[in-house]
């Protein structure tokens, strides 16, 4: 049973435009939620984080939106650069679960120059 | 500082053989996981462990034992291997403290097992 799905394993988007990758989840437990980016051959690095308390957090040209109500969250790049390129995973943890994160599956974004 | 790292980059293995991946962190984190990540999968928790001396099961746990007997350090044994733990691996460690902290990964074991 996959608790965090990630929907579209793929998305382009041209340069300087916006890129929106979705990630659902269906344990009501999860109060918080990170997004990881990973390049080809390295390991995934930390891209921004939200608590359940909040229902946006921006860091520069990335924002991330909490919809509790739907268990969905999403994750805006505006605007998208080709380095932006790289597979995009959503994780979810909840405080009464210790320490571990459920991660998504993935989605592949391509921004075309 | 290095972060986590990992050893070796890549393996072969032959159904049955047996190996062991070392994960090390230099930045004294509490916590160590080990994830094997399949294409269309994501990323599946193997094994944790939440301090030295300390380990727990994941979500795909079968076929694989770990060790932490030092903090720094978190080994992941295949004792026979099959062609189903071909993957990719990654090891990451995370500090404790708070709830709300992120995991920091390194780059990842190509495991091959033919």
């Known amino acids: 049973d996959q608790q965090v799905k990630q929907n579209s394993p793929s998305l382009s988007v041209q340069e300087g435009r916006i890129s929106i990758l979705n990630c659902d989840y269906t344990n009501s437990m999860f109060d918080y939620f990170l997004w990881y980016k990973k390049y080809p051959a390295e390991g995934p690095t930390f891209l921004i984080s939200?608590?359940?308390?909040?229902d946006k957090n921006e860091d520069g040209r990335f924002t991330v939106f909490l919809n509790k109500s739907a268990k969905h969250l999403s994750l805006h790049i505006v605007p998208s650069q080709p380095g932006d390129s790289a597979v995009y995973f959503c994780a979810a943890s909840a405080a009464s679960g210790t320490y571990k994160y459920i991660f998504g599956t993935g989605t592949r974004l391509k921004v075309l120059a | 500082n290095a972060g986590v790292t990992q050893t070796p980059k890549f393996r072969v293995l032959k159904t049955g053989q047996s190996m062991t991946l070392l994960c090390a962190q230099d930045m004294n984190h509490e916590y160590m996981y080990w994830y094997r990540q399949d294409p269309g999968m994501g990323l599946r928790l193997i094994h944790y462990?939440?301090?030295?001396?300390?380990?727990a099961k994941g979500e795909v746990p079968d076929g694989y034992n770990v060790s932490r007997l030092k903090k720094q350090n978190f080994l992941l044994g295949l004792e026979s291997a099959a062609p189903s733990q071909t993957s990719v691996y990654f090891c990451a460690s995370r500090r404790s403290g708070g709830l709300y902290n992120e995991q920091f990964f390194g780059p990842g074991t190509r495991l091959t097992v033919l």
């Open positions: 939200i608590s359940s308390i909040k």
């Open positions: 462990s939440v301090g030295e001396g300390t380990t």
